[in-house]
Each structure stands twice: as structure tokens, then as C-alpha cells.
């Protein structure tokens, strides 16, 4: 069972940016997926979540209205789409699963499975 974050990069403020969580060993519809990031000195911080219908998105208020999160079951994935990317954006990303719904998105320890984070630069 593995969990994969992927799509990060180097961009300039106001860019766009497509985040990927790819799974093997296990379907993602099965599962909310979250999605998480630490900044450079920062704590990790829950940034949104998606059920494992899709019926209901969360995102945090630092993110919202610029964050899409969305699911693609043919291809076992969930997207994270960043737009209007900031410097305070810049962070490791992470996907992970929980076997519940997106009530306590935000609470890391009720997650299963976590991928290898992808790292996203924003610069002025």
C-alpha cells in the first residue's frame, strides 16, 4: 500500500500548479483523501479534503477559492489544483487516506497512509 504526491515545482506567484496523489496496492475511492503541507519551519497543516464519494470538498480558509480538489477513479488518483499560488504556498505537500469522511479532516492521526511529499516553490 503506498500513497504518492506528485506535480510540484518551481513557480511564480499568481501561477498555477496540478497536484497528484497516486495509489498502488489499494483504490482510492475506498478512502477521504487529504491533503496536508509543511512550510520551512512551520508545522504540518490539513489544507483539504475530499470524501470518498467526491460529494464533499473541505479546505482550509488559507486555501480556499484557490485550491480544487477532485478525483479521478479511472486513474486511481486525487488532484489537488493550486491556483493564484503565493509565497506563503511554498511547502512540502502531502496526500493521505482515513476510512472516514472529511468531518475531522484536519486532525492528522485519524489517517491511515501517507505519501512521500512533493515540494512546491513559490517565488516573487
Known amino acids: 500500500v503506498q500513497l504518492q504526491a506528485s506535480g510540484g515545482g518551481l513557480v511564480r506567484t499568481g501561477e498555477s500548479l496540478r497536484l497528484s496523489c497516486t495509489a498502488s496496492?489499494?483504490?482510492?475511492?475506498?478512502?477521504?483523501i487529504g491533503w496536508f503541507r509543511q512550510a520551512p519551519g512551520k508545522e504540518r497543516e490539513a489544507i483539504s479534503c475530499i470524501s470518498p464519494s467526491g460529494a464533499t470538498t473541505k479546505y482550509t480558509d488559507p486555501v480556499k477559492g484557490r485550491f480544487t480538489i477532485s478525483r479521478d477513479d479511472a486513474r486511481n488518483t486525487v488532484a489537488l489544483q493550486m491556483n493564484s499560488l503565493q509565497l506563503e504556498d511554498t511547502a512540502v505537500y502531502y496526500c493521505?487516506?482515513?476510512?472516514?469522511?472529511?468531518?475531522?479532516?484536519?486532525?492528522?492521526?485519524?489517517?491511515?497512509?501517507w505519501g512521500l511529499g512533493t515540494l512546491v516553490t513559490v517565488s516573487s
Open positions: 493521505a487516506s482515513q476510512d472516514f469522511e472529511c468531518g475531522n479532516y484536519r486532525d492528522a492521526s485519524i489517517y491511515d497512509y
Open positions: 496496492g489499494f483504490t482510492l475511492d475506498d478512502y477521504a
